[in-house]
């Protein structure tokens, strides 16, 4: 579609709308996806012998950090609504 890559997932609601007993309006998200800047580090482990030395007891610890931002640029992301679910 016009040179976009279309992801469809089912955690965006299908129930949108005012009609009853329930909506039948699919929001479409269409974005830059260069934009949305995602850091990740690999898992790291460690061994903490200290923290509980008194009970002859050792914490491992396994752990990583993860950063996500959409504000560099928020223009870039758009939601499109008031469509009605497609039939197939």
Do not use: C, H, K
């Not at 129930?15 to 800047?37: F, K, Q, V, W």
């Not at 923290?51 to 914490?59: A, C, E, I, N, P």
């Amino acid at each position: 579609m016009q040179g976009l890559a279309i992801v469809t997932d089912p955690n965006l609601p299908t129930n949108l709308g005012n009609e009853t007993p329930a909506g039948t309006e699919d929001p479409i998200l269409i974005m830059r996806l260069s934009d949305n800047i995602l850091w990740e580090s690999g898992i790291r482990t460690r061994a903490m012998p200290e923290t509980l030395s008194g009970q002859l007891t050792v914490r491992l610890q396994v752990f990583g950090y993860l950063a996500f931002t959409a504000a560099r640029y928020p223009q870039s992301t758009a939601e499109i609504t008031g469509l009605t679910a497609p039939t197939f």
